[in-house]
């Protein structure tokens, strides 16, 4: 499991339709709204690259004008990692 | 309620993003997670958070790295450091994962074969003892067979602490001025441009500028993707003020201009001429401000038609060495000058509506807005660098935009410290730390004092060594026959690399050189060394980088380099012990008067080793060159004076630990009333807990002068305006090249991808180079999307995919081509004429012609 955060800014007018197609990807519950331009919003998924993929597809969100990475913990992977190494 | 691990990550999750978004106000999962904390049921908190800052770009924001068991296992934005606020990019989420690729160098290797150099075949693993004595003997024998024949590459990525130490190594301990950064690559015209202007490099301003600024102007540079985080300040600071506008000048239409409202697409090369069109216009229409410029600016001309700088002695040459020179001209002869570069010619020349122009000259010659002007590699990478750069400050200078919250003239970096070590250390041909110059005897004088030399010892490095193209070009001709490069991947960068890479003819001194390469993964360059280092890397090892708004930020070790990895300061100190064995300095030993008790004291006699505390070795390397900028400091009265006279106290700098204290500290730092405060607009008078430049302007300024600026680093305390012509590229589309070439980066990969390539997920995000073209041309030429082409100039030729519609969109006759891809290496066809002041290529444009493959 990894468990990232996000700022995720949007267009004001856009707001209701980048609320949809974020939540329409697994595994993003949007948290917070602040001053009506930015969404908090947490990710989570399998692995570090499924993560990674998502914020990408999430990024190009028309609408959504900036994503930024706040927090990531990928401790299971880490631990996931170390078993397949040893 | 059952609190779950899941829910106390998210609480944790949130509670980052909530602090970054500036909210305090907790969410009802943290509740849980600090009423769970403290029934001590459940942690989901590493063991330790470490402050620290990302790898990547220049922007430098702030990171917090949470260990667990010896391991990473989380990372969040650093709400504490002032440059990010607790903002990454998401390149953020592999910062952990770009020390794990599988194929890290782990031992030293040594060359066997060197019929094989070129190819990673032909090596062995070695000892360190084995690699480091071959380094220094061969170091040493080159040394004293041709003191001229020795060079060092290092980077904008070395940190503060290393560059350091290679500078002080190379200058005072071999006096040899053949060092340069790979920050000649992407800076080098900024820093000319500063110097010339400002007689002071970097920025006035801050990042906070994005915050506040009614108008943005990007010349030349795709902050969408080079520099996510500032890039959402902008458009953060557009979406809150409805008034807000963005200009991008640009060659090629990227993400950036996506959100802009006006995107002016010019032909290569003539942003020079639409400089000089906005300052014809400001004139003309008396749009200037008149006050400011009596009071604050002087107006010069300098050398004109220099040429361009294809053959290897052009800086012998009359124009070439003449570039730098300027003089004092009258605001009429300026403005005479100016006088042909109508926004009809500008339009005719630059293809770019008059009616734009207009609109933009418009903007800077409205009093009441605030106007930051970014730019980045269209503007430095350019044969006319250096003038691109003046120009901007011109127009800056000339309607009083600068200095100001929210106005000035930004120059953005694009790597995490080439700002902090490159420029501030002074890692370059001609530089020594703080500003100082080696063809200056006073600067010579106080690096002397500064670092116990004897009067007169620094005198053989009066001349500037080999700038990074010359270093290259003596490499091939065989003149260097020993190169050290640590941080950096010129295998792949350096324009025109069949040259350096020993496949022309002109290139076989390569071959026979012996090179050295201080490396975390295999390279381009790690096929062309005889000896390969394997170097800790990012958090492996304790630094510091300095971002591009003047911030300098300790990055603490937080986990154990993998195999045999060393820090690179290590190596560096193991070979000085080694080639200043037996060497005196004024009757004392030279590596104990350098590097030693009698010096930076990093070295444990006891031990016969570097002194084992990483914090203590970089706090006291620190310490020593905080020395250069805190002359009031030093017991000495004669570093006292020498320092007042060369005024080098304006990049004042904080002790160590107060570094990691602040998360981060943008010089100049003052200490007032016991406490250590940055400065965020330089030349600025008002409180020093504003940010605002109180003790600078009081102890070298003018108080009191218009604006409340004085710019007390400059000549007679006046900038100077100075008049640049445009000068058409060295090299232009015609009927056999009929193409425009430029190449850059991508949004996914840095630089030249050998960490970001590591990570599986970014290299499938973006797998390959290709080649943007535009689709007419595509049609003509009947090349599809995806289609094999050759790109080919009179330089060589690469192979690479066609794209119709990539993220760019090349405008006619124009091609982009990134260089990240080490199978494609584009920089076979690139240019290596550079401009004649800064020294730095031009990768952004040169005549190619292209062909279905
Ligand atoms: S913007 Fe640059 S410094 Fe900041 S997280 Fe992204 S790559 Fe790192």
């Known amino acids: 499991m990894v468990i990232s955060s996000f700022i995720a800014e949007f267009t004001q007018k856009e707001r209701e339709r980048v609320r949809t197609e974020l939540e329409e990807f697994s595994g993003v519950e949007i948290h917070k709204v602040i001053d009506n331009t930015k969404f908090i919003l947490t990710l989570e998924k399998r692995t570090l690259d499924e993560s990674y993929k998502t914020a990408d597809r999430m990024s190009k969100i028309s609408g959504l004008t900036h994503l930024c990475l706040v927090y990531t913990n990928f401790e299971d992977e880490v631990a996931g990692h170390s078993q397949a190494e040893t | 309620m059952k609190v779950s691990r899941r829910s106390l990550l998210k609480a944790s999750a949130v509670t980052a993003a909530l602090a970054a978004a500036g909210c305090s106000k907790p969410v009802v999962r943290e509740t849980e997670q600090m009423r769970a904390a403290a029934e001590g049921k459940l942690s989901v908190e590493p063991d330790e958070w470490k402050t620290g800052v990302c790898r990547y770009c220049g922007t430098g924001c702030g990171v917090q790295i949470g260990i667990k068991e010896g391991k990473v296992i989380s990372v969040k934005g650093d709400p504490e450091n002032r440059s990010s606020k607790g903002l990454n990019c998401i390149k953020g989420y592999y910062l952990g994962k770009v020390m794990y690729g599988k194929d890290r160098l782990t031992k030293p290797l040594i060359r066997e074969d060197n019929n094989k150099k070129g190819t990673m075949e032909g090596f062995r693993e070695a000892s360190w003892e084995e690699a480091l004595d071959l380094i220094a003997d061969n170091l040493r024998k080159s040394h004293e067979k041709d003191p001229q024949s020795i060079a060092f590459w290092g980077s904008g990525q070395q940190t503060i602490h290393e560059g350091y130490i290679s500078s002080k190594l190379w200058k005072a301990g071999l006096l040899n001025n053949n060092i340069d950064p790979n920050a000649r690559l992407c800076m080098a015209s900024a820093v000319t441009g500063f110097m010339s202007t400002f007689q002071s490099d970097e920025p ?478 330089r030349y600025a008078d008002g409180t020093q807990e504003e940010g605002f430049d109180q003790i600078g302007v009081k102890e070298f300024g003018e108080q009191g002068k218009y604006d409340k600026l004085s710019f007390y680093k400059s000549d007679d305390k006046k900038p100077s305006v100075i008049f640049r012509p445009f000068e058409d590229a060295p090299e232009i589309p015609d009927d056999n090249y009929p193409f425009w070439l430029c190449t850059g980066r991508v949004l996914e990969h840095w630089h030249s991808g050998s960490m970001t390539r590591r990570v599986p997920e970014l290299h499938r995000a973006v797998p390959e180079a290709f080649c943007e073209i535009h689709p007419e041309d595509a049609e003509r030429l009947e090349i599809s999307e995806g289609d094999w082409v050759k790109v080919k100039t009179v330089r060589g030729e690469t192979k690479v995919k066609a794209t119709l519609n990539g993220r760019g969109k090349p405008p006619k006759g124009y091609l982009f081509v990134p260089f990240f891809a080490e199978e494609t290496l584009i920089n076979e066809t690139t240019l290596d004429a550079y401009c004649p002041i800064s020294k730095q290529p031009d990768y952004k444009k040169c005549a190619a012609k292209l062909e279905k493959a």
């Open chain 2, 204 to 681: 006035m301003g801050c990042y906070e500028d994005l915050d506040k600024a009614d108008v943005f102007v990007t010349w030349g540079a795709n902050m969408a993707e080079m520099h996510p985080v500032l890039y959402s300040r902008l458009l953060h600071r557009k979406q809150t003020a409805d008034h807000v506008k963005h200009y991008d000048l640009t060659t090629r239409y990227s993400r950036t201009s996506e959100a802009a409202e006006e995107t002016l697409i010019f032909r290569p090369q003539t942003d020079l001429a639409i400089a000089n069109g906005i300052i014809r216009y400001l004139i003309e229409h008396e749009a200037y401000d008149k006050t400011f410029v009596e009071e604050h600016c002087q107006f010069k001309a300098g050398t004109e038609d220099l040429g361009h700088s294809l053959e290897d002695d052009y800086d012998e040459t009359e124009k070439g060495a003449a570039a730098t020179e300027s003089w004092n001209v009258s605001f009429q002869e300026f403005k005479q000058m100016v006088d042909p570069y109508t926004l009809d010619y500008v339009e005719e020349i630059s293809g770019v509506p008059r009616e734009q122009l207009e609109a933009l000259a418009k903007e800077f010659a409205d009093p009441d807005k605030k106007i930051m002007s970014t730019w980045t590699m269209g503007v430095n990478q350019h044969t006319r660098g250096t003038w691109m750069n003046n120009l901007i400050y011109n127009i800056h200078l000339l309607t009083g935009k600068i200095s100001k919250p929210g106005s000035g003239p930004f120059s953005l970096t694009g790597q995490p410290s080439a700002c902090g070590t490159a420029r501030e250390v002074g890692v370059f041909s001609h530089r020594l730390p703080a500003d100082l110059v080696v063809n200056n005897p006073d600067h010579r004088r106080f690096a002397e004092m500064i670092w116990n030399l004897p009067e007169g010892y620094l005198e053989d490095i009066s001349e500037p060594g080999f700038h990074t193209v010359k270093m290259f070009r003596e490499l091939a001709n065989g003149k260097v026959n020993f190169l050290w490069s640590m941080s950096n991947n010129w295998g792949q960068t350096m324009p025109k690399a069949n040259r350096y890479r020993g496949v022309d003819e002109d290139g076989k001194g390569v071959l026979d050189a012996f090179i050295v390469v201080s490396e975390v993964y295999p390279t381009r360059s790690t096929e062309m060394a005889n000896v390969v280092l394997p170097a800790a890397m990012w958090v492996e090892r304790e630094g510091m980088f300095g971002n591009a708004e003047r911030r300098n930020a300790i990055f603490e070790k937080c986990t154990e380099p993998p195999g045999e990895a060393k820090w690179d300061l290590w190596a560096l100190v193991q070979v000085a012990k080694r080639v200043l064995e037996g060497k005196k300095i004024g009757g004392q030993d030279a590596f104990d008067l350098l590097f030693g008790k009698g010096g930076t004291d990093i070295w444990d006699d006891k031990t016969g080793d570097l002194k084992a505390d990483q914090t203590e070795v970089c706090r006291n390397v620190w310490e020593e060159y905080r020395k250069f900028s805190s002359p009031h400091l030093h017991e000495s009265i004669d570093v006292q004076e020498l320092g007042e006279k060369l005024k080098t106290k304006a990049k004042q700098l904080a002790p160590y630990d107060e570094y990691l204290k602040q998360h981060g500290i943008c010089w100049p730092v003052r200490e007032v009333n016991g406490e250590w405060m940055e400065t965020k607009w």
